[in-house]
């Protein structure tokens, strides 16, 4: 951010009066110039908390999707930060501002807390945090399928009746669907129960899925598109377009039109005028 704030001043009192280039030139290049970084960046975090924690013994299509989205948080962050820098004057307040918009999609992303357990005016947090995608994403594929080995503080033990064995016990219990898993069938005491059987189980608690992995890496990408079109639209609202008490009235209809001018400039090529006597060409002789 402090770097973006000492190019945006450079850009404002030199290029954009000489006209060299245009703001969205100088934006669109501060952002693509960092994603080489963040993907590199990705890779390199990705060889070194990946394999110490999930092994290597998983398929290769869970270890290439896990480094995609790797890479892909490294690129959100970034454009997120372009998104706030963009509008603001200074980079403390825009970090200020980051902190706090981070800490909200930390705190509402599903995990601390359940989807179930949220009040409802803040289910749209939720809903809308990109961290919900993204740990949904990172759970899945790397803890999907895995067999559950409850630790010694998480076993619930009891006693069965007399004459009966901790099976016995709980025969009709486990066969009627119980997820849990009994360690010690064969016991007549100290019976030990492990409440889940499968990391499938856990993920279904908080709402995740593996079948929704590759979803959840899509819409990934669409907070990052998000992300540059915000800081576009940021920058020319707050820092290019002069409104004056009389636009402001109007503001919703000069904004509309204003954007579309933009897309045409960012997506139709320049046409230069047509040199005079050589309006029709139709009909040359060559």
């Known amino acids: 951010m402090p770097r973006f704030v000492t190019q945006r001043s450079l850009y404002e009192v030199r290029e954009r009066p000489s006209k060299s280039y245009s703001w969205i030139a100088f934006l669109i290049a501060n952002i693509s110039v960092e994603i080489p970084y963040q993907i590199l960046l990705g890779i390199l975090v990705w060889a070194a908390w990946y394999f110490p924690v999930f092994g290597n013994d998983q398929s290769s299509e869970r270890q290439g999707l ?20 963009a509008a603001l004057p200074d980079a403390e307040t825009a970090g200020n501002i980051a902190t706090l918009l981070f800490s909200m999609t930390l705190t509402f992303n599903g ?3 359940t989807p179930d357990a949220l009040p409802g005016f803040w289910i749209f947090m939720y809903r809308v945090s990109p961290l919900t995608y993204l740990i949904a994403g990172w759970a899945s594929t790397g803890l999907a399928g895995k067999p ?9 033990q009891f006693n069965p009746p007399p004459d009966q064995t901790c099976g016995q016990y709980l025969a009709d219990y486990l066969s009627g669907g119980a997820i849990g898993q009994l360690q010690n069938p064969e016991a007549s005491s100290s019976c030990r129960y492990c409440p889940l059987s499968s990391s499938d189980q856990f993920l279904a608690s908080v709402d995740i899925s593996y079948d929704n992995r ?4 899509g819409i990934g990408w669409a907070y990052v598109v998000f992300n540059i079109a915000a800081a576009v639209l940021l920058y020319y609202i707050f820092r290019v377009r002069h409104w004056s008490p009389a636009n402001l009235a ?24 047509t040199p005079k006597g050589k309006e029709d060409v139709s009909h040359r002789v060559y």
Do not use: Y
């Open 66 to 85: 896990m480094l995609l989205f790797c890479i892909q948080f490294f690129i959100f962050a970034s454009t997120f930060a372009h998104m706030i820098i």
């Open 111 to 113: 995990i601390l807390q």
């Open 148 to 156: 559950i080995n409850c630790a010694e503080n998480e076993l619930a």
């Open 214 to 217: 590759w979803r959840d890496f």
């Open 250 to 273: 109007k503001g919703p209809a000069i904004l509309a039109e204003r954007s579309a001018t933009v897309c045409r400039r960012i997506f139709t090529r320049h046409a230069e005028p």
